[in-house]
């Protein structure tokens, strides 16, 4: 039997295991950190967030590790990114810098030469650090011990990784491959010193690829739908008239869905072996005659079309939390558990049909609303939900504070352990700055600022503008900027917004 068939019942024993007496090294008195950065993972798919949507995928047990984290740890309700998608995020989490300082402001774009990067810190305070997985960065190469990187997005099937002596294939599911990697690394770390593990996670990312073991998950299972799967988008700005990112006009059912012909499925289906290609047409053969005999239009295509894009999308997910699982079991059977800060976040926020949408990239809330749990045993009380207004320009110096590390000078975000120790300081942000700059999916370039109620929105190369009242409004639906009542309020965001692009000297468009 493939052993990976046995990854969940394994990660679920393991953890039940009393701890491993610690080995002839003791442990270091510094933290060992372990991140686990997934891809366009959304928190609503989160158990533990416990949202419309996250208390279905507790109900079907979609994420329980990550759940347990979140249980024994903390949950950041208000995490958010600067710029929803993949490379600028993670140059951000990279650099403590928005875009435009750290110079990824699109996809698959190097970091600006010269730019401080957390690991750097890390290895002058000590410890050993690795980075496993997606990377996104294009020429940009990690300056840790230890890398072994996806190319581009990457393959879900027996992918390429890039390290320092070049490329190598390996053969397998992607995400199983990343925590394979990882613990390997983790085996032969150097136990004496402290360490850092960067686990990167090319998983749940377009085009939603499963491994076999979850093929028939959820088959017969109805996703619940959001309420906003039908928007018209009445009453806001072209710009969401005008996108390309609907599941009912823009999701290709060949490339997204793989209902049609082996010859049509996505690159990533083609590096399947000709026995895991029929292991797929074994058990989705039958649904794709199915829906080809249905002759679905109009809103039940959309509806076929969401439930099977959200069940490969959980399924993704349900790889990732297996992943997770194993990597918490060996924490647990080293003696390692009560001296490692485990953290758990994903690049930026998705669409799960909100809008009838899938993808990113714009300001409002389910693109830039981003997952992070931390636990941090001793320091982080189980269960805590922290509220304070967080973004990824705040992890590198949070890692770099954990680890007693030297921050620079100049950074745009500041560490979260004071929140984490429970003293969010009294000066902390009340607003956060956003600039979006790809065009892709037909999402126009705009920027904005988020308070605690509002969202301004300002599209400038069509000088469109948009206020949301998210108390009134949660689901952003309609834009009250041409409301008198709301005259002073949008007069004191557009004063808010100049301010934090001449703070952060961001002079671009």
């Known amino acids: 039997m493939n052993p990976r068939l046995l990854y969940p019942l394994l990660a679920l024993a393991a953890a039940l295991l009393p701890a491993r007496p610690a080995r002839a090294a003791a442990p270091p008195a510094r933290p060992n950190i372990v991140f686990v950065l997934s891809d366009d993972h959304s928190l609503q798919t989160i158990g533990a967030y416990n949202l419309r949507l996250s208390k279905f995928c507790r109900q079907q047990g979609v994420t329980p590790n990550i759940d347990r984290l979140a249980d024994r740890g903390g949950l950041f309700v208000n995490s958010f990114c600067g710029n929803s998608l993949c490379s600028p995020s993670r140059a951000s989490i990279l650099t403590g810098l928005h875009s435009h300082a750290h110079g990824v402001m699109t996809l698959d774009k190097p970091i600006r030469p010269g730019v401080w990067t957390y690991p750097d810190s890390l290895r002058e305070a000590g410890y050993q650090t690795a980075v496993i997985g997606k990377w996104h960065l294009a020429s940009t190469r990690p300056t840790t011990d230890y890398w072994r990187i996806l190319p581009g997005q990457g393959d879900y099937w027996h992918p390429d990784f890039i390290g320092p002596n070049g490329r190598e294939t390996h053969a397998g599911y992607a995400t199983d491959i990343i925590t394979d990697m990882s613990l390997d690394w983790l085996r032969q770390r150097d136990k004496t010193r402290p360490f850092m593990l960067m686990v990167q996670q090319k998983a749940p990312h377009r085009n939603w690829v499963p491994p076999p073991r979850y093929y028939r998950w959820l088959a017969d299972v109805r996703v619940p739908e959001p309420e906003t799967l039908f928007d018209d988008y009445a009453g806001r700005a072209s710009a969401a008239h005008d996108q390309k990112m609907e599941i009912a006009r823009h999701m290709d059912l060949a490339v997204d869905l793989k209902a049609f012909a082996p010859d049509k499925w996505p690159g990533e289906m083609k590096r399947m072996t000709a026995e895991e290609q029929a292991d797929w047409i074994a058990v989705f053969g039958p649904r794709n005659a199915a829906f080809t005999n249905a002759h679905l239009a109009g809103r039940e295509l959309t509806r076929w079309k969401y439930q099977e894009y959200m069940k490969d999308y ?5 790889a990732v939390d297996d992943g997770v699982g194993r990597l918490l079991a060996y924490l647990k059977a080293e ?7 485990v953290v758990y976040a994903s690049d930026q926020g998705f669409y799960n049909g909100e809008h009838g949408w899938f993808d990113k990239r714009w300001i409002y809330e389910e693109s830039i609303h981003m997952p992070l749990i931390v636990r941090w045993p001793s320091v982080v009380k189980p ?8 973004q990824n320009i705040d992890y590198a110096e949070t890692f770099v504070e ?9 950074l745009h975000g500041r560490s979260l352990v004071p929140i984490l120790r429970g003293q969010t300081p009294a000066d902390w942000r009340d607003s956060l700055y956003y600039h979006y700059y790809d065009a892709g999916h037909g999402v126009p370039r705009h920027n904005g600022v988020r308070t605690d109620r509002y969202t301004l929105v300002h599209f400038y190369r069509t000088n469109e503008w948009e206020l949301f009242d998210r108390k009134k409004d949660p689901q952003q639906l309609r834009s009250v900027l041409g409301d008198p009542a709301y005259a002073k309020t949008v007069a004191e965001l557009k004063t808010e917004l100049l301010r934090l692009k001449t703070a952060f000297k961001d002079d671009t468009e």
């Open 314 to 318: 959980l399924r993704c997910i349900k």
């Open 335 to 341: 003696g390692l558990e009560d001296n490692t800060v």
């Open 383 to 390: 269960g805590t939900r922290f509220a304070p207004v967080v």
């Open 402 to 410: 954990i680890a007693g590390g030297k921050v620079p000078e100049g």
